[in-house]
């Protein structure tokens, strides 16, 4: 026997110690390695925000420079990828893409798979930072039948994903700087967010002294469902079947009503339990964004707008402390940088990737660091005899 606790979805577990990523959820605060989330976001580039995570300071000009062109080197994928990439069917999810082809390169990185070396670590981290974007817009151009384009290392990273994604070989695309502002901001919002389901689950499969690439992969199945990184694809689906501001109410009582199934996508947060931070700056850049893209009129960030207003001061949405967070806002921006729909976990995965490698280094790095094994309460039949089939 043996008494364990019982707590059911982890809620009061410290799992492990981490000097990554601070969250006070009754205040909404957000911090990256003490560094406060508004101000990365508006002042820092995306792979400065990397290096900060994954390296604990900010770089000075000369390791920035230098972390850039480390990164850059490793945005090819092995050619090979592409015969794997060209078995899916067409109408396949990216996320089961992602989720195929991460796994799938430790077939092909194996010169780095020693997981007890810190420069095999480090090689593999950069791999998976690198080669994400690279991956993320293969799946999407095998989708729409277009063929691969591959990554421009004169490019900023923000800058060379667009590329990959909207660049065609007989086309050039040059990014507008707007795009590539909202999608630093954006990778930044979701670079990290501690223990996470995503992320536990990565240090749960890392903790065995699995590959990091496997781990990975993990990480993406998990990131993948609704109540996690899927939500800003549902957030869009829920906006585009509510369809008009009149039809606001009626889904708001679905949303109280128990024995209906529907919530309200993109509003409640296990932690957050006052505002989401990023969801306030989200707010904020979000109606710019789409001014600047000549968007301003989107009906469906109106509809959000409604949405929103009438949910903040509902009872049911008050006395359970329901805000909106920060993927309610995330897919219309992603929707009106050209970006679409069944992309949208994908992108939070290419900035989440960051937060992975990260604590897989911390944790690999931690002498303390024993296998992830959570104990059960047993609540099945007491032992009983074997009948044989004529007897039963
Ligand atoms: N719509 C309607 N009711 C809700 C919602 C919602 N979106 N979220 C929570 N509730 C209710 C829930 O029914 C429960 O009510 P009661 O106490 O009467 O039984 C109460 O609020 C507490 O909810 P919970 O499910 O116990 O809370 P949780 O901490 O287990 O779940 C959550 C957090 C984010 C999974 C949940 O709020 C949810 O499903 N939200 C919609 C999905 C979503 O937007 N997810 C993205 C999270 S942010 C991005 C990320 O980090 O991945």
Same mark, same amino acid.
């Given at each position: 026997?043996?008494?364990?606790?019982?707590?059911?979805?982890?809620?009061?577990?410290?799992?492990?110690?981490?000097?990554?990523?601070?969250?006070?959820?009754?205040?909404?605060?957000?911090?990256?390695?003490?560094?406060?989330?508004?101000?990365?976001?508006?002042?820092?580039?995306?792979?400065?925000?990397?290096?900060?995570?994954?390296?604990?300071?900010?770089?000075?000009?000369?390791?920035?420079?230098?972390?850039?062109?480390?990164?850059?080197?490793?945005?090819?994928?092995?050619?090979?990828?592409?015969?794997?990439?060209?078995?899916?069917?067409?109408?396949?999810?990216?996320?089961?893409?992602?989720?195929?082809?991460?796994?799938?390169?430790?077939?092909?990185?194996?010169?780095?798979?020693?997981?007890?070396?810190?420069?095999?670590?480090?090689?593999?981290?950069?791999?998976?930072?690198?080669?994400?974007?690279?991956?993320?817009?293969?799946?999407?151009?095998?989708?729409?039948?277009?063929?691969?384009?591959?990554?421009?290392?004169?490019?900023?990273?923000?800058?060379?994903?667009?590329?990959?994604?909207?660049?065609t070989p007989c086309e050039d695309y040059k990014p507008r700087l707007v795009a590539e502002k909202a999608l630093n901001?954006?990778?930044?919002?979701?670079?990290?967010?501690?223990?996470?389901?995503?992320?536990?689950?990565?240090?749960?499969?890392?903790?065995?002294?699995?590959?990091?690439?496997?781990?990975?992969?993990?990480?993406?199945?998990?990131?993948?469902?609704?109540?996690?990184?899927?939500?800003?694809?549902? #957030?869009?689906?829920?906006? @585009? &079947?509510?369809?008009?501001?009149? +039809?606001? !109410?009626?889904?708001?009582?679905?949303? %109280?009503?128990?024995?209906?199934?529907?919530?309200?996508?993109?509003?409640?947060?296990?932690?957050?339990?006052?505002?989401?931070?990023?969801?306030?700056?989200?707010?904020? #850049?979000?109606?710019?964004? @789409? &001014?600047?893209?000549?968007?301003? +009129?989107? !009906?469906?960030?109106?509809?959000?707008? %409604?949405?929103?207003?009438?949910?903040?001061?509902?009872?049911?949405?008050?006395?359970?402390?329901?805000?909106?967070?920060?993927?309610?806002?995330?897919?219309?921006?992603y929707q009106a940088l050209g970006i679409p729909r069944n992309m949208f976990t994908v992108m939070f995965a290419i900035?989440?990737?960051?937060?992975?490698?990260?604590?897989?280094?911390?944790?690999?790095?931690?002498?303390?660091?024993?296998?992830?094994?959570?104990?059960?309460?047993?609540?099945?039949?007491?032992?009983?005899?074997?009948?044989?089939?004529?007897?039963?």
């Amino acid at each position: 026997a043996g008494i364990f606790t019982f707590d059911p979805g982890f809620m009061s577990t410290a799992s492990c110690h981490s000097a990554i990523t601070f969250i006070d959820g009754e205040k909404g605060v957000l911090l990256y390695r003490g560094y406060p989330i508004e101000q990365l976001a508006t002042k820092a580039s995306f792979l400065e925000v990397v290096y900060l995570l994954l390296y604990g300071e900010l770089p000075n000009e000369k390791a920035l420079v230098g972390f850039e062109k480390l990164v850059s080197r490793h945005t090819m994928l092995n050619e090979n990828l592409k015969n794997f990439l060209d078995g899916f069917h067409y109408d396949a999810h990216p996320m089961s893409i992602l989720i195929g082809v991460v796994g799938s390169l430790s077939a092909f990185y194996h010169d780095s798979l020693s997981v007890n070396e810190y420069h095999d670590r480090e090689i593999s981290a950069h791999r998976l930072i690198a080669k994400l974007p690279t991956i993320a817009a293969a799946a999407y151009k095998h989708s729409i039948g277009e063929p691969i384009m591959y990554p421009r290392n004169d490019l900023r990273f923000c800058a060379n994903f667009l590329h990959m994604m909207f660049a065609t070989p007989c086309e050039d695309y040059k990014p507008r700087l707007v795009a590539e502002k909202a999608l630093n901001l954006l990778f930044i919002l979701h670079a990290d967010h501690e223990q996470n389901a995503s992320t536990s689950t990565v240090r749960l499969a890392g903790s065995s002294g699995a590959n990091p690439f496997a781990c990975l992969a993990a990480g993406i199945a998990s990131l993948w469902g609704p109540a996690h990184g899927g939500a800003n694809e549902a #957030v869009l689906d829920m906006l @585009l &079947e509510i369809g008009s501001v009149d +039809n606001v !109410p009626r889904y708001i009582e679905k949303a %109280k009503d128990k024995d209906d199934p529907f919530r309200l996508m993109g509003f409640g947060h296990r932690v957050y339990k006052n505002y989401d931070p990023r969801a306030k700056i989200i707010r904020e #850049v979000c109606h710019q964004v @789409l &001014e600047e893209l000549a968007e301003a +009129n989107n !009906p469906l960030f109106d509809l959000a707008m %409604k949405l929103e207003d009438i949910a903040l001061n509902d009872e049911y949405f008050v006395e359970r402390k329901l805000y909106p967070n920060v993927d309610f806002y995330s897919g219309i921006i992603y929707q009106a940088l050209g970006i679409p729909r069944n992309m949208f976990t994908v992108m939070f995965a290419i900035a989440r990737t960051v937060g992975w490698v990260s604590h897989w280094m911390e944790m690999m790095s931690d002498s303390n660091n024993r296998i992830g094994r959570p104990r059960q309460i047993y609540c099945g039949p007491s032992q009983r005899d074997y009948l044989p089939i004529s007897r039963r």
